[in-house]
């Protein structure tokens, strides 16, 4: 039996058995998070998510660690500073799949005005510390590289800093802390009630591999189903939550790369709106996101041809290439679960979150999750902490903010040197894999490769640099079941091999299903 089956079997054997402290429900970056907090301060924890990690609007976003210069303009005085502080938190917790990014916002006078954007900039900077980041300044788009892609007419621009993150990689190394300190994470494992009984909550989870349910009791219970936290509260709760999430469809599209250097563009358009683009995946550039109130099924949103065209005319208006929904050769959606608010306009919302938690004496506490960010998510799991305290009668003090990620353990963050310091001991690994393979596993790259001493140790080549090596840790270490969560999730190799790679990877893994078929295609057709 393979290491993860058997980890897996251990865990439901326990579940049955012990009175767990906390059940968390939802494995996106604010479940993972707490479980990762709660874990590292000793107590007993189950995660458990219906699909993969981070299946949903944590893989979804526009992968920016960022205090949202945007929010300025609607007095979020108090998110912004909060988010900016997390940003060098984040980039020294995880500087292989953190890294700084420079932006650069071609003025356009008819938009908003140069005083007000310089004004705003010099905030964004005192608001945040900053000692990896570099300050916001003025730049002459007639000599400065991020000028030449642009069309004429834009001679002036301003350039901050924020950080750029792999939101995917970033909820499965969560994950994988909370595992490594005695957290049990069970993937494809759908909540399907609990009740509170006293002061233990009876839970039934229904797992994708298993036919039938199981139980498990805990002390206390984490809502953390982003867009789906009013569904869980009704259908399996049998409760009605005092917050409320309004839904918003965000969708970005990627295509062939706009630009040639490494800054991303923050882009404002005639509706007030802004858009990214961003450098991404070396060959590509990423451009989002969109905001359209969405009542579906947060599983099935999917990019409208609108967005596509608003997206694409959005670019057009600043590069000289014009790019057409031909031109998008992949595209995601993701449902924001905003927080309810009186505005009328989406993007208004507050991007806040809140805690609400029900904790009568004697009743075992819930505490459920609504809105929030990627960015925020360490500092909400651990407001998430104390007000689960006193009901599990004391949990350990912080501890999240000085401490390294797997594989982010880098001497002074400084991700080149790490970079370099591989290619010196292994010189027989491609320069590109071996970025690739820093970036995804920082120092955990060891463990990955096993002792390989030579290309041909890594074993069978399924195209596009993934090899057997790789494909086998995730498996064993990083809950990975299907080719869809190989190549959309733990990487982005999707975009760079033929569909050819995923039947390999679905022939090779059990538990592939339809789903790796459904996104190929999807890259395919777009
Ligand atoms: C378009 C877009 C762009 C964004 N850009 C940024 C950005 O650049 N920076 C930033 O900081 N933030 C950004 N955000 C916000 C950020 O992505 C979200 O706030 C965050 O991902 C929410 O995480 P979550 O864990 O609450 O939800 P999710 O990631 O959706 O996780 C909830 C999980 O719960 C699971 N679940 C649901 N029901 C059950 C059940 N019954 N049993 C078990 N599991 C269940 C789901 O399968 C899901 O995986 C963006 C969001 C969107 C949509």
């Given at each position: 039996m393979g290491e993860a089956k058997a980890r897996r079997r251990d865990a439901l054997a326990a579940l049955g058995r012990d009175t767990l402290?906390?059940?968390?429900?939802?494995?996106?970056?604010?479940?993972?998070?707490?479980?990762?907090?709660?874990?590292?301060?000793?107590?007993?924890?189950?995660?458990?998510?219906?699909?993969?990690?981070?299946?949903h609007t944590s893989?979804?976003?526009?992968?920016l660690v960022h205090g949202g210069l945007r929010y300025l303009e609607y007095y979020e005085f108090s998110l912004v500073k909060k988010a900016l502080a997390e940003r060098e938190v984040l980039l020294k917790s995880a500087p292989h799949i953190i890294r700084p990014l420079r932006f650069v916002m071609p003025h356009d006078r008819s938009l908003r005005p140069a005083w007000l954007i310089r004004a705003g900039l010099l905030l964004y900077d005192r608001l945040g510390k900053r000692q990896l980041l570099a300050g916001s300044a003025s730049v002459d788009l007639h000599k400065h590289p991020a000028g030449k892609p642009l069309r004429a007419g834009f001679a002036k621009g301003f350039l901050y800093s924020d950080a750029w993150v792999d939101d995917a990689r970033l909820v499965v190394l969560n994950a994988l802390d909370a595992s490594e300190?005695?957290?049990t994470v069970l993937t494809r494992t759908r909540c399907v009630s609990a009740r509170r009984a006293g002061a233990v909550w009876e839970v039934t989870l229904q797992s994708l591999a298993h036919a039938g349910t199981r139980s498990a009791k805990a002390r206390a219970l984490v809502n953390a189903t982003g867009p789906w936290v009013v569904d869980l509260a009704r259908d399996a709760l049998a409760m009605t939550p005092k917050g409320n999430v309004r839904m918003a469809?965000?969708?970005?599209?990627?295509?062939?790369?706009?630009?040639?250097?490494?800054?991303?563009?923050?882009?404002?358009?005639?509706?007030?709106?802004?858009?990214?683009?961003?450098?991404?995946?070396?060959?590509f550039t990423l451009i989002g996101t969109t905001d359209v109130e969405y009542?579906?099924?947060?599983?099935?949103?999917?990019?409208?041809?609108?967005?596509t065209r608003y997206l694409c005319e959005t670019a057009n208006r600043y590069f000289e290439r014009?790019?057409?929904?031909?031109d998008v050769v992949w595209s995601f959606s993701g449902v924001r679960p905003l927080l309810e608010d009186e505005s009328k306009d989406l993007s208004a919302v507050t991007r806040d979150y809140l805690l609400e938690c029900d904790a009568a004496a004697g009743r075992a506490p819930l505490l459920s999750v609504f809105g929030g960010k990627i960015t925020t998510y360490r500092r909400l799991a651990e407001e998430a902490l104390d007000l689960l305290a006193a009901g599990l009668g004391g949990v350990g003090a912080a501890w999240t903010s000085g401490v390294p990620l797997p594989g982010g353990d880098i001497a002074d963050a400084d991700f080149e040197r790490f970079l370099a310091a591989l290619q010196r001991q292994r010189p027989?690994?491609?320069?590109?894999l071996a970025r690739r393979y820093a970036r995804a596993y920082g120092t955990r790259v060891e463990r990955m490769l096993a002792g390989a001493r030579g290309i041909e140790d890594l074993g069978a080549a399924y195209g596009g640099g993934l090899y057997e090596a790789e494909v086998d840790y995730l498996v064993r270490v990083e809950w990975a079941a299907t080719a869809e969560d190989i190549l959309w999730r733990r990487s982005k190799l999707g975009l760079h091999v033929g569909p050819e790679t995923a039947e390999r990877l679905a022939a090779r893994l059990p538990a592939a299903d339809a789903m790796t078929t459904r996104e190929m295609r999807h890259a395919a057709d777009a």
């Open positions: 402290d906390v059940l968390v429900v939802g494995g996106g970056i604010n479940g993972a998070g707490i479980a990762r907090d709660l874990a590292g301060r000793g107590a007993s924890v189950v995660l458990c998510e219906k699909d993969d990690l981070a299946s893989s979804s976003s526009t992968k300190r005695g957290a469809k965000g969708s970005h599209i990627v295509v062939r790369k706009l630009f040639d250097h490494d800054c991303a563009y923050i882009l404002q358009n005639p509706d007030r709106r802004i858009v990214f683009a961003i450098p991404y995946e070396g060959d009542d579906g099924d947060p599983a099935a949103a999917a990019i409208s041809l609108d967005e014009v790019i057409a929904p031909g027989w690994l491609p320069a590109n």
